[in-house]
């Protein structure tokens, strides 16, 4: 499904991903962690097409295409979408009118206004999110729960095939972790593949990863199944250093 | 107004004491009103035209409009209803807020007017000016000339002395207009039109007024120079909106300027979207302690348009309020002008005013916004605030909006929306917003250049 080979990216002449490696299958779940600054989210906006970064070397393929000379609303089309870890405040652009915009560009087939308020109803309510939300402008104002949670809704709206979370978990209390985990369960299934992103173990115990990565230095430096992450909360990342930092 | 014979004087280019003794006579006005008028033209021909040296003209030049190139005044047809005025007029209605009382202004004559007749029965009074003369001279001797005076600047004596045509609304002590009043100027001659807008809300009353400028396209430029004067008496309430929808041969200077006694409310929207070059003062005055002014500004810049507006918070009174945000996007090559003013006066206390500008450029590095937010404060237990803003429309806010599926050019219409929709939104009119949305829309067109990197 996601097929990251060798990636080299900077970001104002500064080289942060190092020659990186990753395969996600479909309907897998994983995880990467990694200390601050090591290019998580770098990696994030890279996949989805941010122009603010340059891509200097490698490939990243997505069922099957090179998405890299792709615009970000074209990756998106096809299936990709990130929750971000500082979405933006984008002030007079309702939740509503962003969602049936971005619903509408996703979909071949337009949904009528009535679809697109029940879909948004019933999504709303699994995020248990206030419905006085749609009104609001995207973000505006948002605690940073909150805006967790709306990327969240955004993401059971638009159905993504691959989701990239990146510390989707940071900032929220205990119900708002269950609530954001029970939204990504929702998706949970063969046509669905995820990349969590986190510094804690807590959002892996609700969404359990098929395979944990470590990120350090722009680079994966090892990978284990699902107690790799708590041996990580364990030992902390200068056992990570001291182990694979010679590999940095 | 009769299809007398225009006098020759008035039938060739220029402004003279001649032709403003001639509109004088033409219109039949009382002695009075020719002297001001005399005076006026006395103090406009002494006042030196603004430069690029003068502090409130700096950014705007000025040097090329010739007032003496224009026609003074330019009669039309008067009407017998709606169904026969100019297609264009009509469409604008048409597409308009629903009216409770209707004015439409062709070239320099009303050629058509109608109150419902419902708020005529309760005395509510809205035709032009010279009409007006007829019935309610004694309030318009008091009050025109009263906020915008000849000696506020060059082309406010110029209004004073050759004004033509302009409205008078007049809403009685507690009459609530539920529905708004509208006037339109059409403009489809080569010259110059000079409406003077007077707007007289008794105590307790409430009235929306919304007064539309539109022209039919031309090649040689065309002259507008209007003046409007609102009072808002005590515990009154006034909606205003000017919108400046002229097209690229009209030159347009106006000045709004409004009075508020105690505990009045005055909402005010200026929008400005069309013309070569558009130049509008708008001035609050808080007379009255408990008077509150919402004043909002939109503007839209493209090709080589220069669009500029001068505002002010005059508090006078203590325990006024005052918010101020105005709004713009420019594209191409165009020059918006921003200059605002929060003045405190000497025992203004508890005075609260908050001033804001944003400007967003659209994908262009030849496009400029100046913006100057300025505070003068005389007292010293007052609460104020101004802010200033101007830059590319953000990249990262694009890429969000992206990343959910829509593609760049849908992207960008929701960031040029939404940042007009917090103008819009406080502004309780759907067909009005829609107009303008409209506008936004055409104004965005086929997309922005690429930006610069
Ligand atoms: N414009 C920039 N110029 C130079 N360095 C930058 C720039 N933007 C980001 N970086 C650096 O890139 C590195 C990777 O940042 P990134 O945000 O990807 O880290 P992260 O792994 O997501 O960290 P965190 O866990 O704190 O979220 C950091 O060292 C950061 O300082
Ligand atoms: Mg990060």
């Given at each position: 499904m996601l097929k990251i080979d060798n990636l080299q990216a900077e970001i104002d002449g500064n080289e942060i991903l190092k020659g990186l490696e990753l395969e996600v299958g479909k309907g897998e779940i994983h995880a990467i962690m990694g200390p601050n600054g090591s290019g998580k989210s770098t990696l994030s906006n890279v996949l989805m097409g941010h122009p603010r970064y340059e891509v200097t070397g490698g490939s990243v393929t997505f069922l099957g295409e090179d998405v890299m000379e792709m615009e970000a609303d074209e990756r998106a089309r096809l299936g990709m979408f990130l929750a971000f870890q500082y979405p933006s405040e984008v002030p007079g652009v309702s939740v509503a009118n962003f969602l049936r915009t971005a619903v509408n560009a996703v979909r071949e087939e337009e949904l009528s206004i009535m679809e697109m308020y029940r879909l948004l109803q019933d999504k709303m309510k699994i995020m248990q999110m206030d419905p006085k939300f749609a009104e609001r402008y995207l973000n505006e104002g948002f605690s940073g729960g909150e805006k967790k949670r709306n990327e969240i809704l955004q993401m059971l709206m638009l159905e993504p095939k691959l989701s990239i979370m990146d510390e989707t978990d940071s900032g929220l209390d205990i119900d708002a972790l269950q609530v954001v985990s029970k939204g990504v369960n929702e998706l949970r299934g063969p046509e669905f593949s995820a990349v969590i992103i986190t510094h804690y173990q807590r959002i892996l115990r609700y969404i359990e990863p098929d395979r944990v990565h470590v990120m350090l230095d722009g680079r994966i430096v090892t990978s284990g199944g699902k107690e790799l992450a708590l041996e990580l909360e364990d030992k902390g990342y200068d056992w990570v250093r001291q182990e694979f930092g010679s590999a940095a | 107004m009769q299809q007398k014979d225009v006098p020759e004087v008035l039938r060739s280019k220029g402004i003279s004491v001649e032709v403003v003794e001639a509109l004088s006579q033409f219109k039949g006005e009382p002695a009075w009103l020719t002297e001001r008028r005399l005076h006026a033209w006395a103090t406009f021909e002494k006042l030196p035209m603004p430069t690029l040296r003068d502090e409130a003209w700096?950014?705007?030049?000025?040097?090329?409009?010739?007032?003496?190139?224009?026609?003074?005044?330019?009669?039309?047809?008067?009407?017998?209803?709606?169904?026969?005025?100019?297609?264009?007029?009509?469409?604008?209605?048409?597409?308009?807020?629903?009216?409770s009382a209707l004015l439409v202004q062709h070239n320099s004559e009303t050629s058509y007017s109608r109150v419902d007749e419902e708020l005529a029965k309760k005395g509510v009074v809205f035709t032009d000016l010279h009409s007006a003369l007829v019935e309610h001279e004694d309030i318009i001797k008091e009050k025109l000339f009263g906020l915008v005076p000849e000696g506020y600047d060059k082309f406010a004596a110029l209004s004073a002395a050759a004004f033509s045509g302009g409205s008078f609304l007049y809403v009685p002590r507690g009459v609530d207009v539920e529905v708004p009043i509208q006037s339109y100027r059409w403009l489809d001659v080569v010259g110059s039109i000079m409406p003077r807008t007077l707007v007289v809300v008794e105590d307790g009353a409430s009235v929306t007024y919304i007064d539309e400028y539109a022209s039919a396209d031309a090649e040689d430029p065309a002259f507008s120079n209007g003046a409007v004067e609102l009072y808002v008496g005590e515990g009154a309430n006034l909606r205003y909106v000017s919108l400046q929808n002229w097209e690229r041969n009209v030159l347009h200077f106006n000045t709004i300027r409004s009075r508020t006694e105690k505990d009045a409310t005055i909402n005010s929207l200026v929008v400005s979207l069309g013309a070569q070059l558009s130049r509008t003062n708008v001035e609050a005055g808080l007379t009255a302690s408990g008077s509150d002014s919402e004043m909002l500004g939109m503007y839209f810049a493209d090709s080589n348009q220069v669009l500029d507006h001068h505002t002010l918070q005059d508090h006078i009174s203590p325990n006024a309020h005052s918010d101020l945000l105005y709004k713009g996007a420019l594209r191409d090559e165009s020059l918006t002008v921003f200059s605002g003013l929060i003045r405190v006066e000497p025992g203004a206390q508890k005075t609260d005013a908050y001033q804001t500008n944003r400007n967003i450029i659209l994908g262009t590095?030849?496009?400029?916004?100046?913006?100057?937010?300025?505070?003068?404060?005389?007292?010293?237990?007052?609460?104020?605030?101004?802010?200033?803003?101007?830059?590319?429309?953000?990249?990262?806010?694009?890429?969000?909006?992206?990343?959910?599926?829509?593609?760049?050019?849908?992207?960008?219409?929701?960031?040029?929306?939404?940042?007009?929709?917090?103008?819009?939104?406080?502004v309780p009119l759907k067909r009005l917003k829609e107009k303008l949305d409209r506008a936004i829309e055409g104004k965005i067109g086929l997309g922005f250049e690429e930006r610069a990197a």
């Open positions: - | 700096r950014y705007t030049d000025i040097s090329d409009v010739r007032i003496e190139d224009f026609l003074p005044y330019a009669p039309s047809p008067d009407v017998a209803s709606e169904g026969d005025l100019p297609e264009a007029v009509q469409k604008l209605i048409s597409e308009g807020e629903e009216n590095d030849d496009a400029f916004a100046v913006s100057l937010p300025n505070l003068e404060i005389m007292a010293d237990d007052v609460k104020c605030s101004h802010g200033s803003t101007t830059g590319q429309v953000d990249e990262t806010e694009l890429f969000y909006l992206m990343s959910r599926g829509i593609p760049r050019r849908e992207a960008e219409r929701l960031v040029v929306f939404g940042f007009f929709g917090e103008v819009t939104s406080r």
